[in-house]
Nanobody, 126 residues
Framework: QVQLVESGGGLVQAGGSLRLSCTAS????????MGWFRQAPGKEREFVAA????????YYSDSVKGRFTISRDNAKNTMYLQMNSLKPEDTAVYYC???????????????????WGQGTQVTVSS
């Protein structure tokens, strides 16, 4: 059974940093692209970043580009999201997700992700 478990969330002041982790089990992690999404209260879940199976290719939403870095360690079955220069508008529950084996396009489409973690809360105070 595929399981994704996020960790690393918390409360941080604006301008600070956090690193989220997503540990996977129950499937061949290195065969799949992965992504991060987030959902703020009263808003739809939105794409944050994605990474292909090897880690060679990465994709970001415009709102986090230049501040967040996605990476993965296939030997540890773990994906990361390094978040720097955090802003209050980054406050949300952050979810990791496994991307289906679909062509490399439209990385932000939620329907292309089939398994999701339970989420980890990130709160940025002003």
């Amino acid at each position: 059974q595929v399981q994704l478990v996020e960790s690393g969330g918390g409360l941080v002041q604006a301008g600070g940093s956090l690193r989220l982790s997503c540990t996977a089990s129950g499937h061949t992690f290195s065969s799949y692209a992965m992504g991060w999404f987030r959902q703020a209260p009263g808003k739809e879940r939105e794409f944050v970043a994605a990474i292909n199976w090897s880690g060679y290719s990465t994709y970001y939403s415009d709102s986090v580009k230049g501040r967040f870095t996605i990476s993965r360690d296939n030997a540890k079955n773990t994906m990361y999201l390094q978040m720097n220069s955090l802003k209050p508008e980054d406050t949300a529950v952050y979810y990791c997700a496994r991307r289906r084996l679909v062509p490399d396009s439209n990385w932000s489409r939620r329907a292309d992700y089939d398994y999701w973690g339970q989420g980890t809360q990130v709160t940025v105070s002003s």
